[in-house]
């Protein structure tokens, strides 16, 4: 089994999102010792999206400049990171109401025509079918089922428009609140996450 784990937290290791996403991997990696594991954080290691870079990630391989070869390097990898995954496991902390920018630059690099979708006459379909993701969300206030989550239907549509159609959520929400205490909140969630692992089979 071919794992992948994307941490975007500014606060690294210390972030809730990463008590989630580590409790996952490791829930994972005692089931089947034998995953090969992919760390991809994000903090401090993806810039926005250049003009520059859009066009060298637009243009086939076979037609860029050796310097849009150069540009386009990082967004190939991250690609063969996704395409050679089994399982997806993504931490999604909200600031502003929205996911962090850095995973959003993720997306916009992983989001390639004719590589992880295509269109076709009825339209756009995702290349990237046969995996399980998981995604961990936390959250300061509770906004699940409200007009204020922009993150759910955002991410659904992502992960759906490149063929990811097996994907669980799991919320932490309230965090900041003091209406339940931080413990019982990520208990909570890391009960979830595994009950999830143990419906995961391996490749």
Known sequence: M??????????????????LTDHAVAGLLAKYPDVHL????????????????????STPSSKRTPEQAQLAQFADLLIEELQAADVVVIGVPMYNF?????????????LRAGVTFGYTESGPKGLLGD????????????????ELDAQTPL??????????????????????QGVRSVDEIMDGARKQITEWVQNTEAA
Do not use: Q
């Not at 401090?44 to 859009?54: P, Q, R, V």
């Open 2 to 19: 071919n794992l992948l784990c994307i941490n975007p937290s500014i606060f690294g290791s210390t972030g809730k999102s990463y008590e």
């Open 38 to 57: 992919t760390n991809r954080d994000l903090d401090g290691s993806i810039d926005h999206l250049s003009l520059a870079e859009f066009e060298a990630n």
């Open 98 to 110: 929205a996911m962090p920018t850095t995973l959003s630059s993720w997306f916009d690099r992983v």
């Open 131 to 146: 995996k399980r993701v998981l995604v961990c969300l936390t959250r300061g206030g509770t906004y699940l089922g409200s």
């Open 155 to 176: 991410l659904k549509t992502l992960t759906g428009f490149v063929g990811l159609t097996d994907v669980s959520f799991v919320y932490a929400e309230g965090l900041s």
